[in-house]
C-alpha cells in the first residue's frame, strides 16, 4: 500500500465482453426467492434508474424484482448496521468503511467473489477484505487536480501543453501558479467579477488537504508500520513550507484583498465546476463536471497535479463498491442483482449514468466503454500518483484503522496557522507528532 497506485491505461480500449464466469441467465444461478424484492442503493438516480432498467431487461419474468434508492455512500455501512433489515439490500458504499460494520455485512457467494477478484485491482480487494470477502471495488473515489481552459484564455493565460501531460507548460509546476497569484488573483476579471482565488487549498478538510503534505516525497504509514504515521519525519516538516508559500502567493483573498483567513478555506470543488471561482481546483470523481460543462459553457481539464521543488503530489485515492445487507431476507437475488453489476452491461450502466470511473484491473473482460468521454479519460490519467489510503489497523486494537489518527487529532487547527502567519512549520509539526503519540497511546 506504500507504493504510488500505478494506473494502467490500456484498459480504457477494452471492450470485451465478460467472461463466462460472470455471464448472466445460466440456468444454475437462475433462481431467486419466490417473493424477492430488494432495494439497490447508490447516490444517483440516473444510475439507480439504468440498474432498475437493466434488471427487467436481463429478466423480463423478474420484472420488478428489484427498485432503487437515492442514498449517500459516506455513512452506508453504518446505515447497514443501524438499519438492519430494513436497509437497502444491495448498497453503494466507501472501501474505508467497510470493515467497521463488517459484523453487518453478508459475505460474498463463492461465484461473485471469484468474479470480483478477477476484475479488480488486487490492492484495492485484497486490503478490505483481509477476513472475509465482502466488498467489491468498481469506482475510484478521489480527487483530481481540474484547470478551466475557458477562463484561462480568456484570462490570456497560455494554455499550450507541447509535452502532453494534460498540463499547460506555463503553469505545469506551482512555482509557476503561485508567481501567477501573487500577481493576478484579486485583480482580474470574468464573465463581470472579479477571481478572488486562484487555487482553493482545501485547508479546512483533512482529506483534501493530504495532498499538500506530499510535495516533498513524504506519505502517511510510508514505513507500513500502522504506529508510525510518520509526522516526525524531515519531509513532512519542508512540506509545511508549501503551506506558507501557498499564503504568500495570495491563492486566495477576500474581496477586500486581505487573505482569506485558514478557517474559511473549506473544499470549493463544487463551487469550482458550478460558479467559475478559480482557474485551478482539486475535483472529486463523484462530481457532475458533464453536467456543468453543458451549463457554464466552459472547458475543464484533467491532469495530475503540479509539481514543487520537481515533486510529484499524491491525493488521496480510496474506491467505492457494492455490499451486501447482511439482514437481507432475499440472498439469492442480491447475488443475482451483484452479478449483473459486475458484468459489462452493468459497468456501463456506471460510467454512462454517473461520474465514476472503473477501478478495474488491466484488461478486466468486463471494462466498459467510456473513450468518448474525454473527462473521464482525463481524470483516470490524473490519478496516476494518487495515494491508496493506507488500509492498515492498530496492532494492539484491530478493529480500528490507523488512518484515523489523521482525522481524530484535529490536525487542521494545528497548520491553520501556518497559512494565517502565526506559527512556524516546526511548532506545528511538534504539536502534530505530539498529539498523533497520544492519540495511538489512547487508542492502540
Not at 432495494?39 to 439504468?50: L, P
Not at 494492539?396 to 512549520?425: C, H, K, L
Request: aromatic content about 10%.
Amino acid at each position: 500500500m506504500k507504493k504510488l497506485l500505478a494506473v494502467v491505461l490500456s484498459a480504457l480500449m477494452l471492450t470485451a465482453v465478460f467472461a463466462n464466469g460472470a455471464k448472466e441467465g445460466s440456468s444454475k444461478d437462475s433462481a431467486i426467492e419466490p417473493d424477492a424484492k430488494i432495494v439497490f442503493s447508490c447516490d444517483t438516480d440516473a444510475w439507480g434508474a439504468a440498474v432498475v432498467a437493466l434488471w427487467d431487461k436481463t429478466y423480463p419474468k423478474l420484472a420488478g424484482v428489484v427498485s432503487y434508492e437515492h442514498n449517500g455512500t459516506q455513512g452506508a455501512t453504518d446505515m447497514i448496521g443501524q438499519l438492519q433489515g430494513d436497509a437497502p439490500d444491495v448498497m453503494l458504499a466507501i472501501d474505508e468503511e467497510v470493515s467497521r460494520q463488517s459484523q453487518s455485512l453478508k459475505e460474498l457467494s463463492p461465484a461473485v467473489a471469484a468474479v470480483a477478484k478477477q476484475v479488480s485491482q488486487p490492492p484495492f480487494y485484497s486490503t478490505v477484505n483481509t477476513g472475509y470477502n465482502l466488498y467489491v471495488p468498481i469506482g475510484y473515489n478521489g480527487l483530481v487536480f481540474s484547470w478551466n481552459k475557458t477562463m484561462m484564455d480568456a484570462l490570456g493565460m497560455d494554455t499550450t501543453d507541447a509535452d502532453g501531460d494534460g498540463l499547460p507548460d506555463a503553469f505545469d509546476t506551482w512555482e509557476e501558479i503561485f508567481a501567477w497569484s501573487k500577481a493576478n488573483t484579486g485583480k482580474v476579471q470574468y464573465k463581470g467579477k472579479t477571481i478572488n482565488v486562484c487555487f482553493p487549498l482545501p485547508l479546512g478538510n483533512q482529506w483534501s488537504t493530504y495532498s499538500a503534505f506530499t510535495c516533498e516525497g513524504w506519505n502517511i504509514y510510508a514505513s507500513g508500520d500502522a504506529t508510525k504515521p510518520g509526522f516526525d519525519d524531515p519531509k513532512f516538516l519542508k512540506s509545511l513550507d508549501f503551506i506558507s508559500a501557498a499564503a504568500d502567493a495570495r491563492l486566495s483573498v477576500e474581496a477586500n484583498g486581505s487573505l482569506t483567513p485558514a478557517e474559511s478555506m473549506a473544499e470549493r470543488g463544487q463551487d469550482f465546476i458550478n460558479s467559475d471561482i478559480s482557474p485551478f481546483c482539486l475535483v472529486g470523481t463523484w462530481q457532475d463536471v458533464n453536467s456543468a460543462e453543458a451549463t457554464l459553457g466552459e472547458d475543464f481539464k484533467f491532469s495530475t497535479m503540479p509539481t514543487w521543488h520537481g515533486n510529484h503530489m499524491s491525493p488521496f485515492v480510496t474506491t467505492k463498491g457494492f455490499v451486501i445487507n447482511g439482514f437481507t431476507s432475499y440472498p439469492l437475488a442480491c447475488d443475482k442483482l451483484m452479478r449483473l453489476l459486475l458484468n459489462t452491461e452493468g459497468m456501463q450502466a456506471m460510467v454512462d449514468n454517473s461520474s465514476y470511473i472503473p477501478a478495474l484491473a488491466a484488461g478486466a473482460p468486463n471494462t466498459p466503454d467510456f473513450t468518448n468521454d474525454s473527462n473521464k479519460k482525463e481524470m483516470l490519467k490524473g490519478f496516476a500518483y494518487n495515494y491508496p489510503t493506507p488500509s492498515l489497523s492498530l496492532p494492539n486494537n484491530p478493529a480500528m484503522s490507523a488512518i484515523t489518527v489523521f482525522y481524530n487529532i484535529a490536525i487542521e487547527q494545528s497548520y491553520y496557522g501556518i497559512w494565517d502567519g502565526t506559527r512556524t512549520a516546526k511548532e506545528v509539526q511538534d504539536e502534530i507528532v505530539a498529539n498523533a503519540a497520544a492519540w495511538l497511546a489512547t487508542n492502540n
